[in-house]
């Protein structure tokens, strides 16, 4: 793909007219300037002069008719003729049109570069158009000057009349102004009772809020027209009227005031019309350069440009708006605008994920004024594509066709994606977005990039997409082409995820379906630090102000939940299957999941997710291999591993370092040394208090500073009340109770219950039958009634590791389940590896479905296998193709196998308990 | 512990009852040895780290110290009862007696769950505990170890406390430190070698050539790894090991005829202790169902991985060359099989006589201690070997002159050691 402008090749015979068309060109401009040069010319000659001159830059100068407009006077060639074809260019200083000139043939000529004219003549108007421009402006500033001059002697030894000058001056300088500040300071007359003013209102025919008849009552008529009323001199008479009410340095007070909110309507204005990006950014730029600090501003002005911003930047979901407005700074979106991609006439946003981290990084910032520990935390550098280059991007390629695939059946969605993706990835980039992306790699180097979804449904506050869109990581090595065309691919497949087969469930799941969604990116320098050939962070994790998952009776919800991991952070957001990232409350520092040594070697992480420079590629490698001969470059090694000596895990010993194998990444260190909690801790307060509710945050730390990598709100079941859980009840009416991990809640009127049978699944002899397995699941989700079915089986459903873990499922195979219990048989006592802070509880969260781990093998639970294993199964009536299943995969109709009873569940957390009973129907069916 | 439900205390005393009708001990003997000699019951104030103050209980049970110091676990469990530590203390003073050291058996804990607690409050624990008793143990009164979640840190802690206290350094004060603390080298040995040598010693009594000799081993953890290790020293072949994979939640057993190779196995372990299913098989590893150790054709089966492991189901399937079974876990046979094999003539190792090299390298530790001078691991381990070769004897000993089973000499001769020490110091 190239962006290079390639121009047609010229033929030797024609090179020496071009060099002539040229000289001419230069002759021509040369002649402008030397009757510009003198500013005292008067226009009317100038305009003469100019008439006469540009012929001489023309193909055809007889013919050549030229028309110019300058400071409101109008010079025509004599005996101008109409003509088809015309070049034309505005002649305006920062947005002010001054003027206009024309360049016409008398008689249509031959075809060139635009209509008969050569595509140098074109640039030559331009030019001279903006030297004029240059010329006016100039001419302008000194009238300005001498006014200003000669007010300034008049006001020498003056005490009053001052008003009357500068509002005469206003006049003269800023017409605009003036009338905007005139009107200004008639209302302000009105709204202080000055009949005189009203009357001059009435006068001037400016309805008066509450006296117009139909603005009051806001009929659909529209208000009539009060034509020939005398025309007014509205400012005259105000400031008359004012000057007989009010001090003159009242007046002046106001007017100076006034002046100063003006200064910054046109910022107001680019941010309420939908202006595209360019025009906004442009204004957001002419606002830095005023340096104007914000709180100069009248608040109100300040908040309704903010949220104009943040409406048009970041989000516009009114919850959102509400909660950044008071946080971000006009100035805020200056530094924001230097590090986006988009089109000349792109009205995107930088979606829900970089703009969560956009706010997220200026709350921090200004926090560690309060909280010291703050100052260090960082962001890494970051480039945001807006949202409808997405939408650019499949216009370019004539793919809007797949904007409808969202109607699709979701089996035709599912089968049709790979070729989506094949399409998105084979397809051109639009020259604005590959010049962006080019200039973002340009700002990279060769350091590793990640690059990530951003889409505006994502990560509003109860509905996270997390991990449904890719994020993907990108060594970012080899040479400047080679390192562009692995972005494309990567913007490409991210563009396409849009479409896969699990958001589109989700969306229709959430009513969210017909949101036009759109696609924003983020492109973020990957924290870490090159040991051997591998780049990674010495640590990084997932960290929750809220803690949904305490191991401990002391572990308060509000003392937050950290994943901790070597290396990339993927390994503590994902589910892995045979690995443990570390989990520590920030709240509780002092606290261990793992206690014992053999806890802490069993269920602490063992491989590291890497991005291997050498390679080029995302790699997973055991710790102890990262290490191999690389011991003291490992960054902050003390902090994250242990070594393991004469079966004691201790210290890491800095005099006789161990050998890799013995370094064991227990992260005692980190958690001993208080600080990193400290600082995670008033992080999670902070950003919480802020987004006004329980938020999650990635993070990476390189060895020197610790990044922030996202921030979003947590998503979190709603808070039922504990629920009272029945003493008395037989138990054979009982089939499970739970004593660990509970939460608050209730699940009532259950009439299904979907079991895979830990011992079975564990028998089942091959891969294919596994699989099995997890596709009826995603059958029986679509027959069964919808949150009417209880899902219970061994293991970590969904887990993307080994599948005999758990049932291989994904979140559209389970979405219509109300709980889901994973069966945990006990190993010693260690706390298995929850899917909490995954991928897939978020979405169980956010679906309310319940979750809950249940573990047979513990003291005073009950587990009534009697009941899972001999009630009668109707899987066969639902699929009767899956009979091979039907030993493993039960389906038991609760209301059949217990005399119209249904399931419930009651989850008690202040206790700790759960029961599930059978128990008579508290919804009666029609 | 509400009636009818299972009481650890009431079955060892039953047990004890039992052995005490054969050796026909006196109604004073009997009750002195059915109860603990002492028994502590206190409670330690800990200062939490958010200010506040909470109090835990705890306990030690000295239940008897006629041979010698008491010794035993102290237990951090939040679901300790004293009855479980009254057993737990009994249990030790057979096992001590068993291998013939100088020590008798107590036990101690504290009702706590080390996850809900920081490193700092139970530190305060460990010093709350030494504290309300320091008076009562000692290295020459009771001699405390790491036992259900405590550590060698924490037995550290403890060491600092009782010494803070008696204004004296007495490392002979408890066992498990770490090495270089007054830990003892081949502790990490100690169990799996000690298996080993009784083994090598009840082969000769069946006239087995140990290069001859196959064995089968349940587990793959410390005790087997150095079992198997200890027996290829003496040519005997372990033709099998089984271990649990965490992977595939399943045990698998890893079987090669000619013998396995434990370092080649170590190499591609993972931190779990499971065995590489596929780089077994790249070895020439057969990769069998996890019960599969128990149908080897072998000389000798060494359950040493968990409890309750040959039961009444699975002891017809145990092949009749089996001639010789060594109990590396502890209780790994159900009484149901017990009989079958007893029956069968196998000959029987039981477990308080096989594991205890690990009690046997806890007292070495001790001695090392008192005397402030730390031997080589060699020495460490020979000193094993020829106190787990005498005991092994003392106890097939008493089995031939008696005509009794392995396991009941090995009760029999531990309670009579104790009676026998109580009534000579005139105790009963």
Redesign the interface.
Known sequence: MSTVDERPEVPFGNLIAALRERAKELACLYRIEEILVNPDAEPAAVGRAILATIPAGMQHPDLTQVELTLAGETFRTPGLKKAPDRVSADIRIQNMLLGELAVSYAQPMPEADEGPFLADEVRLVRTIADRLALFAHHRRMREHFVELERAQRKLEGKKSGTLRIVLDLLAKTDRGLHHRISHKMLNHLCRIGIPEAEQLLVRADIPRYGEDEALERETNRPRRSQKGRAAVDLAGETFRIASEHLTEEDILGRVERWMQEDKLAFLIRAAERLLPLPDLADAIRRYHEMSTPDTDLPSSVRAGVRVSLIRRFLSDDLAWIRMAKDHVEISDFHTLLSRMIYSAGSHGRIGGKSAGLFLASLLLARAAKEYPELADVRVPATWHVTSDMHTEFLYHNNLEEIAEQKYKDLAQIRSEYPHIVHLCRNSHFPPELAKGLSIALESFGDRPIIVRSSSLLEDRAGTAFSGKYKSLFLANQGSKEERLVALFDAVAEIYASLFGPDPMEYRTQHGLIDFVEEMGILLQEVVGTRVGPYFLPAFAGVAFSRNEFRWSPRIRREDGLIRLVPGLGTRAVDRVGEDYPVMFAPGQPGLRVSVSVEEMLRYSPRFVDVIHLETNTFDTVPFAEVLAGRVDDYPLLPLVASEVRHGQVRPLNLIDTPAPGALLPNFEGLMAERSFAKTMRTMLTVLEKAFGSPVDIEFAHDGRHLHLLQCRTQSSAEDYGPSPIPRDLPPERVIFTARRFVSNGRVPDLTHIVYVDPDRYAELPTADRLKAVGRAVGQLNKLLPPRGFILLGPGRWGSRGDIKLGVPVNYSDISHAAMLVEIARRRGQFTPDLSFGTHFFQDLVEAKIRYLPLYPDDPDVRFNEEFLRGAPSVLMDLLPASEPLSATLRVIDVRAAANGRILRVLLNADLDEAIAFLADPEIRED | MSAGAFNPFQMAQSQFDRIADVLKLDAGTRELLRWPLREYHFLIPVRM?DGSHKVFRGFRCQHNDARGPCKGGIRFHP?ETIDTVRALAMWMTWKCSTVDIPLGGGKGGVIC?????????QQGICRGWVRQIARNVGPVQDVPAPDV?T???HMLWMLDEWEAIHGEKGPGFITGK??GMG?SLG??EATGYGVGYVVREALKILGIAPDKALAAIQGFGNVSQYAVKILNSFGTKVVCVSC?N?????SYTFAKKDGIDVDALLSIT???GSIDTEKAKAMGVQVLPGDKWIDQEVDILIPAALENQVTGENVQRISKRVKLIAEGANGPTTPEADSVLHERGVFCIPDVLANAGGVTCSYFEQVQCNTNYFWPKDEVLSKLDAKMTSAFKAVHDLSKKKNLYMRDACYQISVDRVARACRDRGWV
């Open positions: 780290d679901h769950d080390p996850h809900h607690l920081s490193a700092f409050e979640m550590n060698p840190q770490p090495v830990g502790r990490t649990w965490q992977k595939d939640q399943t993972d931190h779990f």
